[in-house]
């Protein structure tokens, strides 16, 4: 068993217990001891990472990181849609909608082009 570089649940790269096919076939109590106790290990075939085992945890740690950044981006589109809720802003898109495509395309062009 030898040692493979992969980021953990907070981004981090940490080493995890690597184990050829072969030898998870023959030995999964091994990689289950491993997974439980290190968090997570690689499996590999032709020396190359193939499949991952975690742990209960690191598999739990995994969800919850992924709902905060959800719940997080649900606050950033609340507060983005509450900021489009405005009178200005809804006088802006129905000037958009009411523009022709030369009134759409020149104010493209003013967006991007750099003031002097």
Known sequence: MTALTLRNHRGEEVAVPEFSATEAKNSFGRV?????????VAITKRDRPTAVVLSL????ALLDARDQALGSLSHEFDALL???????????MLAAFDASPKELGAAALAAVTPAH
Do not use: V
């Not at 289950?32 to 997570?40: F, K, R, Y």
């Not at 509450?82 to 802006?92: L, V």
């Open 32 to 40: 289950l001891d491993a997974a439980s106790s290190q968090g997570m």
């Open 57 to 60: 945890d690191a598999y739990q």
């Open 82 to 92: 509450q900021q489009m809720q405005t009178p200005a802003s809804r006088q802006g």
